[in-house]
């Protein structure tokens, strides 16, 4: 079996385009998991075929990504619009980051706005390979009618839900034609010196000798054919399949390819794990694809026996097993299998570095209904992130809650529905509350005396000490400088203990930070002190201390890094701006031709309009990572409103 990934922005077409292409010789066989991946099994040219259909939605990504994992090929499908290119600049990041080969399909040519080449030169921009154009519309009027092939020279016309029909090339695209395959045999021979040489000779290659370097270009990796069509009327559906089924490698090509990039031996690569979800009754279920025969029931792939192995389309078992390399089967009763994954028969291996899906940006906590099921969200929050590395899940500092990090809205939704339907577990969410902290802004002394007589042993324990505000991110630090023993020596740990006990809740109500504690004088009783007794001197002291040092809120300050395609780098100066931010300065993303990567100090509370912000003003492509960088004063209404706010949730109104 055969098997490419169609992916591209959304409502571009693509889930169109797999349904005619699956239609072309027959009826294909399809499904769709319950997180929108099409599955399509087909006929073509006596073949067997799969195609992998992704939502064209930025949240979908890994699921786009963990797609080509498994595929020989992918096509690209795009509108023919220049101002849309960049909506394909994620998945052609993606494409080239996995060393897919790709062929680009340029949809809806029943509505052309502009000029292809323009639209061309628009995607170039956020690719490194050459895109290079395989066929040229031919136009009447405004209306485009049919394409004309450059490697045969032959032309096409259009034919509403039909194979097109060959004629004459119009006297009026000769020229069009002569010139786009002179770029196109150009592009050609910088990767096949014979070809070169003909050029240079000015013989004229024939067509077939085109095809051959054209199908090792592609499966090389080396270009980016470029194909039109219009999916819905069928037109350039059928050229695009050809061209897959001459052009695109085989499964042998993927296993190879995989198992150079995970230094293992390609003999024991078995498999390719590639989607999971979970289904009620029927448990965790895993989309794979065998890289060798042999996969079936019971025999041994990653580490453990296979429990039952089934059609994805069908969801049918496969009795004999997997007889061909290259089927794509879904493994169920297989809990051991982890996704994205190679597949050895021993060992579950981690996929390669290009499978990390983009930090996800949206952090809720999640609530359950019930207060009993609160093991139980963990638990399967826990199993859900093992199949989808597009969520992480912790747990809430302070709070102790369930934190989970989404890609987006959608994600989220997708998450809550499984958790009801699958897993009966209910659930609201809420944003999770940013980390203050307090410190304080001045030095104050205190002389506590901690004395009690309650029957028989009294507690005496005295202390004089100091606060003083420490060096931003120094700590906590305990210094003494008692003489005479007036504070014995075996008490001073424990009044350090006091005094770091009283760094847990400050007068504001938040972890004290960055505050030293000086001990210079004290009293003892020879009876009544004790350690339970100086502890709790040095935390009621300190406690005393801190309430008059002129506490200050402190906010956590986030670094960070944001991937946006480089046009919408100006547009965030106003977005960090406007959330109180500072821009720390951009640099190109070597990794990622057209895209930056914009750094900024942000606010915790704004991390999430930050997330809102960039969404909207980079059409759902910009993402962005952060790390915690340090703790910041805050004053004034808003830090009042945050004490107050802290103050009323700690006493449970
Ligand atoms: N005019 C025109 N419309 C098309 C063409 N191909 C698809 N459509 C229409 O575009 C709409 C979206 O098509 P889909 O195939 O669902 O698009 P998709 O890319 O799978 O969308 P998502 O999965 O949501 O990302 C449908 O109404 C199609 O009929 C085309 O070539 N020309
Ligand atoms: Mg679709």
Known sequence: MRCFTVLGPSQIGKSTLVERLGSLEGEPKKSVSPYGLGVTEFEFGGEAWCALDVPGNNEALPHAQNALLASDACVLCVSAVVDEAV???????????????????????????????????????????????????????????????????????????????????????????H?????????????????????????????????????????????????????????????????LRHEAPHADA?????????????????????????????????LARALQNGVKQGAALGGAGLGSVQDPATGRAIASGVTEAGQVFAAVKSDHLSVPALLTSGAVVGPPEWTTPPTPMLERILVPASERDETKLSETLGKLSETDRGLKVMQEEGTGAQLVCAQGPMHLRELCRT???????????????????????????????????????????????????????????????????????????AVEAGAREAMEKGPLGFHVIDVGVHLHDGQHHSVDSS??????????????????????LMQPIF???????????GGLVPIVASLKGQVLGFDRDEAAKGWDIFRALIPGAALEELARSLRSATQGIGYFSRTFDHFEELYGKEAQAIVSAHGAHANGQ
Request: hydrophobic share 40%.
């Open 87 to 177: 909506l394909a600049a994620p998945y052609l990041r993606a494409i080239e980051a996995s060393a897919t080969p790709c062929i680009l399909f340029i949809n809806r040519m029943d509505e052309p706005r502009g000029r292809i080449r323009d639209v061309v030169a628009a995607l170039q921009d956020y690719c490194s390979r050459p895109l290079v154009l395989r066929q040229i519309p031919i136009r009447e009027g405004d209306r485009i009618i049919g394409s004309c092939d450059l490697i045969s020279e032959r032309a096409w016309r259009y034919r509403e839900g039909q194979p097109s029909s060959l004629f004459e090339i119009p006297e009026s695209t000769v020229e069009r034609e």
């Open 531 to 552: 350690e339970y007794a100086f502890r709790t001197a040095g935390k009621l002291g300190v406690r005393q201390a801190l309430s008059q040092a002129a506490a200050v």
């Open 179 to 243: 010139e786009a395959r002179a770029e196109l045999l150009e592009h050609l021979s910088e990767f096949d010196d014979w070809l070169l040489e003909e050029l240079i000779e000015d013989r004229e290659p024939t067509s077939d000798a085109i095809y051959t370097i054209s199908t090792r270009v592609l499966s090389e990796n080396k270009i980016i054919p470029v194909l039109l069509g219009a999916a819905s009327h069928s037109n350039g559906v059928m050229r695009l399949m050809k061209a």
């Open 559 to 569: 670094r960070v890094e944001i991937h946006v395609p480089s046009i919408y780098s």
């Open 254 to 286: 993927l296993r190879k390819r995989l198992a150079a990039g995970a230094g293992i031996d390609e003999a024991t690569l078995a498999a390719v794990s590639f989607h999971a979800h979970f289904r009620q009754s029927v448990g965790k279920t895993v």
């Open 419 to 493: 958790l009801a339907d699958v897993f009966h577990v209910e659930v609201s969410d809420r944003p999770p509350s940013a980390i203050y902290r307090e410190t304080i802004s001045k030095t104050s002394e205190v002389h506590y005396r901690h004395r009690k007589q309650t029957g028989g042993a009294g507690q005496f324990a005295d202390v004089k000490l100091s606060v003083h505000p420490n060096g931003r991110g120094e700590g906590f630090s305990f210094a003494e400088t008692v003489k005479g023993g007036a504070v014995p020596r075996n008490f001073i740990p």
